[in-house]
């Protein structure tokens, strides 16, 4: 959004109110417990684990690999019938993602499928980073060092001086 000097509104393209709405919307859902704002939020995330750095995948690909993650609901989810098509394109209509007939390699060949760049745009708008794992395990601090041990760890015991 840019504000004049005047104090006149204008929408850019990249930041349409619709678009800010949903996001706020996804983004307090999950806190709030709103399932259908969840569901979609979660494949969202899912659909970032298993795509990897694929650029285009097979939607019947996409949905084995869904349905396969270990804590996912999506092998359940429909009432017991797993996601089909016609759902995760549901869910995803609200990120602007759709599929595409695509021309894979053989032998898959031409066939239903999605792009990664409007995942990565959705990604990025919707999904926080990933956070990288820590390079050391956490060691928590001790401020008191206990006069017994001399040798505690994160604490460097003072000793008087003698001239």
């Given amino acids: 959004m840019l504000q ?57 690909v996409l949905l084995e690999r869904l ?9 359940d989810y429909n009432n017991g019938a797993g996601l089909t098509p016609m759902k995760l394109g549901l869910l995803l209509k609200e990120y602007d993602i759709t599929s595409d007939n695509i021309t894979f390699k053989p032998p898959v060949g031409r066939m239903k499928g999605f792009h990664r760049a409007p995942f990565a745009d959705a990604w990025q708008r919707y999904c926080t980073r990933e956070e990288k794992p820590a390079s050391q395990p956490y060691k928590p601090y001790k401020p008191y060092a206990d006069p017994q041990t001399p040798s505690s760890d994160n604490v460097r015991l003072f000793q008087s001086r003698t001239a």
Avoid: N
């Fill in 4 to 60: 004049d000097a005047d104090g006149s509104v204008q929408w850019t393209r990249c930041c349409r109110p619709e678009r800010a709405r949903r996001a706020a919307q996804a983004l307090t859902a999950a806190r709030e417990g709103d399932t259908d704002y969840s569901d979609r939020h979660k494949v969202l995330i899912d659909c970032r684990t298993v795509f990897e750095s694929f650029d285009a995948m097979p939607s019947t």
């Fill in 67 to 75: 349905k396969a993650l270990p804590e996912s609901p999506w092998a």
